[in-house]
């Protein structure tokens, strides 16, 4: 089995970005950015509807459980210089040596390639707890982030197909794949 110690791998720099583990403070920021268009288009989160005290539930709960458990990691992208959430990375569907990755980066902050640099730290960071591959997906009509996965060394496996994304529902899925 992996030891997949998220917390000792936390939090990740790279003096513009950071990685750090969800903290209460971030409830506000997290709760807006799951309100805008393209993160509810393309996130495909898991409840509909994130209020700031339904995320620092969260955060308390589920969130800190599945980081001591190594289970689920759901992280801020914040910004190195304010501490501000900015957005948020997250891994899941852990299965032994490899997992799923997401992200989604708040409006304020777009347009400054965050999420190509948390992702880079993201692999970083999975390297270091063991993890051997990731796997991540986008759905068909998000090309931005098909842009992040390639750019990070991402390779696409296969052609689009239907598929059941987190929030449940169906979308035309592109899925990627890299080795670490």
Same mark, same amino acid.
């Given at each position: 089995m992996v030891d997949r110690d998220f917390l000792a791998a936390l939090p990740t720099s790279d003096g513009t970005v950071t990685v750090r583990p969800m903290q209460t403070s971030d409830a506000e920021a997290y709760a807006a950015g799951t309100e805008d268009e !393209?993160?509810?288009? *393309?996130?495909?989160? #898991?409840? $509909?509807?994130?209020? #700031?005290? +339904?995320?620092?539930? !969260? &955060?308390?709960?589920? +969130?800190?459980?599945?980081?001591? $458990? @190594?289970?689920?990691?759901?992280?801020?992208?914040?910004?190195?210089?304010?501490?501000? *959430?900015? @957005?948020?990375?997250? *891994? *899941?569907? %852990?299965?032994?040596? $490899?997992?799923? &990755? @997401?992200?989604?980066?708040?409006?304020?902050?777009?347009?400054?390639?965050?999420?190509?640099?948390?992702?880079?730290?993201?692999? $970083? %960071?999975?390297?270091? +707890?063991? !993890?051997?591959r990731l796997r991540a997906r986008t759905v068909q009509e998000n090309p931005a982030s098909e842009r992040v996965l390639l750019k990070a060394g991402f390779r696409q496996v296969g052609e689009a197909r239907p598929e059941i994304v987190p929030s449940g529902k169906t979308e035309m899925s592109v899925r990627y794949l890299i080795d670490l």
């Open positions: !393209l993160v509810v288009r *393309f996130a495909h989160l #898991p409840l $509909e509807n994130y209020t #700031p005290q +339904i995320v620092r539930d !969260l &955060i308390d709960g589920a +969130i800190a459980e599945g980081l001591r $458990e @190594g289970s689920l990691a759901v992280l801020a992208i914040a910004d190195s210089g304010t501490d501000a *959430f900015a @957005g948020s990375i997250v *891994f *899941f569907d %852990m299965a032994h040596d $490899e997992a799923e &990755i @997401g992200y989604w980066i708040s409006p304020d902050h777009r347009g400054r390639k965050l999420a190509n640099r948390a992702l880079v730290l993201a692999l $970083e %960071m999975a390297r270091q +707890i063991g !993890l051997k």
